[in-house]
C-alpha cells in the first residue's frame, strides 16, 4: 500500500499544526491549528470574520492547497487536543473535506464551540466523539485503522492518534510529556505504545513534537507543578492584601489546583476571563472535573468589572481572582489590570501568581515583559514560573524512541534550529539525517512507500 505523508502547517514554526497521511487512497488530517503570534501582530484582527485566504497569506492558519496533490479521499480530521494551535482552523478548512471531525469528548466540545463562533464559513462537518483506547476502521478498504492512545499534556483528554495500515503504524506524536502522576486524568499510555512498537509491522513512522528536544533530563509531573503551587500559596496565607493568580485557561489541572488551594488559605477563588469560563465550565459540564458548586466564572467583561467592585467593597483578603492574560495578552484580564483598566486596584505589596512560562517567542515575551512591567509600577509583588512544560524533554524523547523503534522519524512542531537537538538525539539512537529522519518544511510531501 503507498503511504504518503504531506507536512502542512508546524513544520516551520510552533503553531498552525496540519499533517495529512494518505494510506492507499484514504486520507486522514491531523490537526488544524492557529499560529496565534501571527494574529496578535495585528491589532484588532477578529479571526471568526475572516477569509481563509487572508488567514493564510498572514501565516496564521495552514495553506492546505498543497492536498489537492494527494491523491485519495479525505476520511476524517482528528484533532489531538483542544489547544488553539491544534484546532484553531477547523472552522476555517474543514468545510472543504466531506469528512467527519473525530476526536475525544472535551477536545469535540471545543472544536463545537470554535464552530459556533465562525461568521465567514458554514461548517457543518459531523463531529464524532472517541475516547482514548477505543479504534475505528478508515475507509473501505478495511485495511486502515484508526486508534487513539491516552496521553499527558497541559490540557485533559489529550491523545496520540495511530493510523494502523498493512505496512505498519503511523504515530502522530503531538503533543505530550510522560506524566505518571497526574492530577486529574490517568498515566500517560506508555505500555499501549510498546505494545504499538511490536505489533504487526512495528512502526512505519513517528512524527514528533520537538519543542523541549534540547532540554536535558525529564519533564516533571504536574503533580510537582501542584506542590510547587500549593508551596507559593501557603507562603501567602497570611497576607492581608490583593493575591491575584494567572494560568493557561485550557489548563484544568491547575485551575484545579489553585481553585482548592485558594480555599485552603481562606479566600474565595473566582475565575474571570471569557477563556476561563469557557474551558472550566465545559470541563465541570462534561465531568472532568469536580469544582465548588459557589465557584464564580464569569467571562463578559460587564460581569467581570461588577465582580471586581464587589471584591473591592467587600475586601480584597478574602479571594483570590484567576485571571486570564499569563503570556500578556493585550485584551487579557491581567493587562487590563495592569493598565488600571479595572475596578480592581493593585496596591504596593499586592501578590502576582504567574502559574505559567511565557512561550519563548518574540511576541509573547515583548506582551509579558509589558505586563509584569505594568503591574510592577503599581506596586505588584511577581511570582514567577510556576509551572511544568506539557512536552517531552530528551529522556522522554529516547524512551518513546525505544518504545516504538519506529522506521521513520519526521521531526514537527517547530522551525529548523528547534528540529536540530531532535536531530541529534535521533542519530545517537542508529536513525541518519535524509535517511530515516526526514527533516521538512511546510507543503512538502514525504513518499514513504511506494
Given at each position: 500500500?503507498?503511504?504518503?505523508?504531506?507536512?502542512?502547517?508546524?513544520?516551520?514554526e510552533v503553531g498552525r499544526q496540519m499533517t495529512a497521511v494518505r494510506a492507499g487512497d484514504d486520507v486522514v488530517v491531523f490537526d488544524?491549528?492557529?499560529?496565534?503570534?501571527?494574529?496578535?501582530?495585528?491589532?484588532?484582527?477578529?479571526?471568526?470574520?475572516?477569509?481563509?485566504?487572508?488567514?493564510?497569506?498572514?501565516?496564521?492558519?495552514?495553506?492546505?492547497?498543497?492536498?489537492?496533490?494527494?491523491?485519495?479521499?479525505?476520511?476524517?480530521?482528528?484533532?489531538?487536543?483542544?489547544?488553539?494551535?491544534?484546532?484553531?482552523?477547523?472552522?476555517?478548512?474543514?468545510?472543504?473535506?466531506?469528512?467527519?471531525?473525530?476526536?475525544?469528548?472535551?477536545?469535540?466540545?471545543?472544536?463545537?464551540?470554535?464552530?459556533?463562533?465562525?461568521?465567514?464559513?458554514?461548517?457543518?462537518?459531523?463531529?464524532?466523539?472517541?475516547?482514548?483506547?477505543?479504534?475505528?476502521?478508515?475507509?473501505?478498504?478495511?485495511?486502515?485503522?484508526?486508534?487513539?492512545?491516552?496521553?499527558?499534556?497541559?490540557?485533559?483528554?489529550?491523545?496520540?492518534?495511530?493510523?494502523?495500515?498493512?505496512?505498519?503504524?503511523?504515530?502522530?506524536?503531538?503533543?505530550?510529556?510522560?506524566?505518571?502522576?497526574?492530577?486529574?486524568?490517568?498515566?500517560?499510555?506508555?505500555?499501549?505504545?510498546?505494545?504499538?512498537?511490536?505489533?504487526?509491522?512495528?512502526?512505519?513512522?513517528?512524527?514528533?513534537?520537538?519543542?523541549?528536544?534540547?532540554?536535558?533530563?525529564?519533564?516533571?509531573?504536574?503533580?510537582?507543578?501542584?506542590?510547587?503551587?500549593?508551596?507559593?500559596?501557603?507562603?501567602?496565607?497570611?497576607?492581608?492584601?490583593?493575591?491575584?493568580?494567572?494560568?493557561?485557561?485550557?489548563?484544568?489541572?491547575?485551575?484545579?489546583?489553585?481553585?482548592?488551594?485558594?480555599?485552603?488559605?481562606?479566600?474565595?477563588?473566582?475565575?474571570?476571563?471569557?477563556?476561563?469560563?469557557?474551558?472550566?465550565?465545559?470541563?465541570?459540564?462534561?465531568?472532568?472535573?469536580?469544582?465548588?458548586?459557589?465557584?464564580?466564572?464569569?467571562?463578559?467583561?460587564?460581569?467581570?468589572?461588577?465582580?471586581?467592585?464587589?471584591?473591592?467593597?467587600?475586601?480584597?483578603?478574602?479571594?483570590?481572582?484567576?485571571?486570564?492574560?499569563?503570556?500578556?495578552e493585550p485584551r487579557a484580564m491581567l493587562t487590563r489590570m495592569g493598565r488600571g483598566e479595572t475596578p480592581y486596584e493593585i496596591d504596593?505589596?499586592?501578590?502576582?501568581?504567574?502559574?505559567?512560562?511565557?512561550?519563548?517567542?518574540?511576541?509573547?515575551?515583548?506582551?509579558?515583559?509589558?505586563?509584569?512591567?505594568?503591574?510592577?509600577?503599581?506596586?505588584?509583588?511577581?511570582?514567577?514560573?510556576?509551572?511544568?512544560?506539557?512536552?517531552?524533554?530528551?529522556?522522554?524523547?529516547?524512551?518513546?524512541?525505544?518504545?516504538?523503534?519506529?522506521?521513520?522519524?519526521?521531526?514537527?512542531?517547530?522551525?529548523?534550529?528547534?528540529?536540530?537537538?531532535?536531530?541529534?538525539?535521533?542519530?545517537?539512537?542508529?536513525?541518519?539525517?535524509?535517511?530515516?529522519?526526514?527533516?521538512?518544511?511546510?507543503?512538502?510531501?514525504?513518499?514513504?512507500?511506494?
Open positions: 500500500m503507498e503511504i504518503e505523508i504531506a507536512t502542512i502547517g508546524g513544520y516551520e488544524m491549528g492557529l499560529n496565534l503570534s501571527q494574529v496578535l501582530i495585528h491589532d484588532n484582527v477578529e479571526t471568526e470574520k475572516m477569509h481563509s485566504l487572508d488567514l493564510i497569506d498572514m501565516g496564521a492558519i495552514p495553506d492546505d492547497r498543497v492536498m489537492s496533490d494527494l491523491e485519495g479521499d479525505v476520511q476524517a480530521i482528528v484533532p489531538t487536543h483542544g489547544h488553539l494551535d491544534h484546532i484553531g482552523a477547523i472552522s476555517k478548512l474543514a468545510h472543504r473535506y466531506d469528512a467527519p471531525v473525530v476526536a475525544t469528548p472535551f477536545t469535540i466540545e471545543l472544536v463545537k464551540q470554535q464552530i459556533e463562533g465562525e461568521n465567514k464559513f458554514n461548517v457543518n462537518n459531523d463531529l464524532i466523539k472517541m475516547s482514548a483506547g477505543e479504534t475505528m476502521s478508515i475507509g473501505d478498504s478495511g485495511q486502515v485503522e484508526l486508534e487513539f492512545v491516552h496521553v499527558t499534556h497541559s490540557i485533559i483528554d489529550a491523545i496520540n492518534p495511530v493510523l494502523h495500515t498493512p505496512e505498519g503504524a503511523i504515530v502522530y506524536g503531538l503533543d505530550k510529556r510522560m506524566d505518571h502522576s497526574p492530577v486529574l486524568e490517568d498515566p500517560i499510555d506508555m505500555k499501549r505504545f510498546r505494545e504499538i512498537g511490536r505489533e504487526g509491522n512495528g512502526v512505519l513512522a513517528y512524527i514528533e513534537d520537538c519543542t523541549n528536544a534540547g532540554r536535558k533530563g525529564r519533564t516533571p509531573s504536574e503533580s510537582v507543578a501542584r506542590r510547587h503551587l500549593k508551596d507559593v500559596m501557603t507562603s501567602v496565607e497570611d497576607y492581608d492584601g490583593g493575591i491575584v493568580a494567572t494560568t493557561f485557561s485550557s489548563h484544568i489541572s491547575r485551575v484545579s489546583s489553585l481553585v482548592e488551594f485558594a480555599n485552603d488559605i481562606g479566600r474565595q477563588p473566582v475565575l474571570l476571563g471569557r477563556s476561563m469560563e469557557k474551558y472550566s465550565g465545559t470541563a465541570e459540564r462534561l465531568g472532568f472535573v469536580d469544582l465548588p458548586d459557589d465557584l464564580g466564572m464569569y467571562g463578559h467583561r460587564k460581569s467581570v468589572d461588577r465582580t471586581f467592585k464587589r471584591i473591592m467593597k467587600e475586601g480584597k483578603e478574602n479571594y483570590l481572582p484567576i485571571v486570564t492574560g499569563h503570556q500578556g504596593d505589596g499586592d501578590k502576582v501568581i504567574f502559574s505559567a512560562r511565557v512561550i519563548p517567542e518574540p511576541t509573547n515575551e515583548g506582551q509579558r515583559y509589558q505586563s509584569e512591567r505594568l503591574l510592577r509600577m503599581q506596586g505588584a509583588r511577581i511570582f514567577d514560573d510556576i509551572h511544568v512544560s506539557g512536552h517531552l524533554r530528551e529522556e522522554g524523547h529516547y524512551e518513546m524512541l525505544q518504545a516504538l523503534q519506529p522506521q521513520h522519524v519526521i521531526p514537527a512542531h517547530q522551525n529548523l534550529k528547534g528540529f536540530a537537538p531532535y536531530v541529534d538525539l535521533a542519530e545517537s539512537q542508529g536513525y541518519a539525517l535524509g535517511r530515516d529522519v526526514h527533516v521538512t518544511r511546510n507543503g512538502n510531501m514525504i513518499q514513504l512507500v511506494d
